[in-house]
């Protein structure tokens, strides 16, 4: 049961690529390659991670013209849509852009005079791409600077807002927008201005926000708050660790609200000396297995019989602590029990065989963790229907394992 209940904030809907923003489209994920961009292959590499990771849309730098030239070469080879990064030369984004940017980025703090934001915006329809107006705190123009001393609320709503008016004035309406600062309570504030004041959709981020244990607090914090008032529409977790991490933080933001589910939702106790497995250890084993899977199911944790058979009722997939054996519950309901040998295993087998009810699933790599359990449960169903009459075969999954 959803106790949530979150109306978004209304917004036009735009389209990255084949990607969706705004209006009733589900929330979207992305990142950013930390690569040189005229590095083609480590930054094509990185961008297929962050693909695998689940991210709907990647941002790459481009400061100069070889990395405008490699952006085309990237674009070729990357099946997520990609935007362009653009700071202080305008024609850096008109060059990214005729090399099949999916949309540009600039900084009104830093792009130059009106003739060149004009030459821009020109360029993007032209071509049919949107741009996103980012407004950061940290290079808000001079004059504002000089205006109100020092960076607020009001300030970077100034900004943004004298760069919607030149947007408008040009009547393009195929952008989004943020307004982002390393200070939780300044960028809150902002938004909940901006969001009053626009109808374009929102992109939400937390600038600079830290490495991954302090970001990810401070980026929950803030970006949780407008997105519980339904303001948001697609987010960057900005952290100072592996662009991957910032996908998995940002799926697990919004599954923790209920605005979107990618993979698996845990439910895990911080564990105590009344566990009968070592809980923590399990879990590490489990998420790094079952990182594979993108569609929904819960799965409790629970190391003992305090909160066990209560979360586990309420999931797909559990395991309740017990002595002598742990107690596995499938869709609601006890189904059997089991030591702690092989308990991991045990319980991705338990997983997957949940999430293949009546969905055929394949898997690229034979040696991988997905294809050896599938690969153990096809030998043992194979083995059980064997020994029957009659055939089974259409009311399971087909499971393909094959050679790239």
């Given at each position: 049961?959803?106790?949530?209940?979150?109306?978004?904030?209304?917004?036009?809907?735009?389209?990255?690529?084949?990607?969706?923003?705004?209006?009733?489209?589900?929330?979207?994920?992305?990142?950013?390659?930390?690569?040189?961009?005229?590095?083609?292959?480590?930054?094509?590499?990185?961008?297929?991670?962050?693909?695998?990771?689940?991210?709907?849309?990647?941002?790459?730098?481009?400061?100069?013209?070889?990395?405008?030239?490699?952006?085309?070469l990237i674009k070729k080879d990357s099946n997520v849509p990609l935007i362009a990064d653009i700071h202080f030369?305008?024609?850096?984004?008109?060059?990214?852009?005729?090399?099949?940017?999916?949309?540009?980025?600039?900084?009104?703090?830093?792009?130059?005079?009106?003739?060149?934001?004009?030459?821009?915006?020109?360029?993007?329809?032209?071509?049919?791409?949107?741009?996103?107006?980012?407004?950061?705190?940290?290079?808000?123009?001079?004059?504002?600077?000089?205006?109100?001393?020092?960076?607020?609320?009001?300030?970077?709503?100034?900004?943004?807002?004298?760069?919607?008016d030149i947007l408008e004035s040009l009547n393009f309406q195929n952008f989004k927008l943020s307004i982002k600062?390393?200070?939780?309570?300044?960028?809150?504030?902002?938004?909940?201005?901006?969001?009053?004041?626009?109808?374009?959709?929102?992109?939400?981020?937390?600038?600079?926000?830290?490495?991954?244990?302090?970001?990810?607090?401070?980026?929950?914090?803030?970006?949780?708050?407008?997105?519980?008032?339904?303001?948001?529409?697609?987010?960057?977790?900005?952290?100072?660790?592996?662009?991957?991490?910032?996908?998995?933080?940002?799926?697990?933001?919004?599954?923790?609200?209920?605005?979107?589910?990618?993979?698996?939702?845990?439910?895990?106790?911080?564990?105590?000396?009344?566990?009968?497995?070592?809980?923590?250890?399990?879990?590490?084993?489990?998420?790094?297995?079952?990182?594979?899977?993108?569609?929904?199911?819960?799965?409790?944790?629970?190391?003992?019989?305090?909160?066990?058979?209560?979360?586990?009722?309420?999931?797909?997939?559990?395991?309740?602590?017990?002595?002598?054996?742990?107690?596995?519950?499938?869709?609601?309901?006890?189904?059997?029990?089991?030591?702690?040998?092989?308990?991991?295993?045990?319980?991705?087998?338990?997983?997957?065989?949940?999430?293949?009810?009546?969905?055929?699933?394949?898997?690229?790599?034979?040696?991988?963790?997905?294809?050896?359990?599938?690969?153990?449960?096809?030998?043992?169903?194979?083995?059980?229907?064997?020994?029957?009459?009659?055939?089974?075969?259409?009311?399971?999954?087909?499971?393909?394992?094959?050679?790239?």
């Open positions: 049961m959803n106790f949530l209940k979150i109306k978004r904030r209304y917004s036009l809907k735009i389209k990255v690529g084949d990607v969706e923003i705004g209006g009733d489209a589900p929330i979207s994920v992305q990142s950013m390659t930390n690569t040189k961009t005229e590095d083609v292959q480590a930054t094509i590499d990185q961008v297929k991670q962050l693909e695998d990771a689940g991210a709907d849309l990647v941002r790459i730098s481009v400061p100069n013209e070889e990395a405008a030239t490699a952006f085309k030369d305008y024609k850096m984004g008109i060059l990214a852009a005729k090399n099949g940017a999916d949309c540009l980025r600039i900084n009104p703090g830093n792009i130059g005079n009106i003739d060149r934001v004009k030459e821009v915006v020109k360029c993007a329809e032209d071509i049919g791409i949107p741009i996103r107006v980012g407004v950061n705190a940290g290079s808000l123009e001079k004059k504002l600077q000089k205006k109100y001393g020092e960076p607020t609320p009001e300030a970077l709503v100034e900004s943004a807002m004298n760069h919607v600062a390393s200070d939780v309570g300044m960028m809150v504030e902002s938004y909940r201005i901006i969001a009053k004041m626009i109808k374009q959709p929102l992109h939400l981020g937390l600038t600079e926000a830290g490495g991954f244990r302090s970001g990810t607090v401070k980026s929950s914090i803030a970006m949780g708050a407008l997105l519980m008032d339904g303001i948001g529409d697609t987010i960057r977790v900005s952290l100072a660790s592996d662009p991957v991490d910032e996908i998995k933080v940002g799926f697990d933001l919004l599954k923790s609200l209920k605005l979107r589910s990618k993979g698996i939702n845990f439910i895990a106790c911080p564990s105590c000396s009344r566990q009968n497995f070592n809980v923590i250890e399990t879990m590490n084993q489990l998420e790094a297995r079952l990182e594979d899977i993108r569609e929904n199911i819960d799965v409790a944790v629970i190391g003992c019989y305090v909160n066990g058979p209560g979360e586990s009722k309420a999931a797909h997939v559990g395991i309740t602590g017990a002595d002598p054996n742990n107690l596995i519950y499938i869709d609601g309901e006890p189904d059997h029990k089991i030591g702690n040998e092989n308990l991991v295993e045990h319980l991705e087998k338990q997983i997957r065989e949940e999430m293949d009810k009546g969905t055929p699933t394949v898997s690229s790599n034979p040696m991988d963790p997905a294809s050896l359990a599938y690969r153990e449960i096809a030998r043992k169903m194979t083995a059980t229907l064997s020994m029957r009459k009659k055939d089974y075969s259409a009311a399971f999954p087909k499971i393909v394992i094959q050679n790239d």
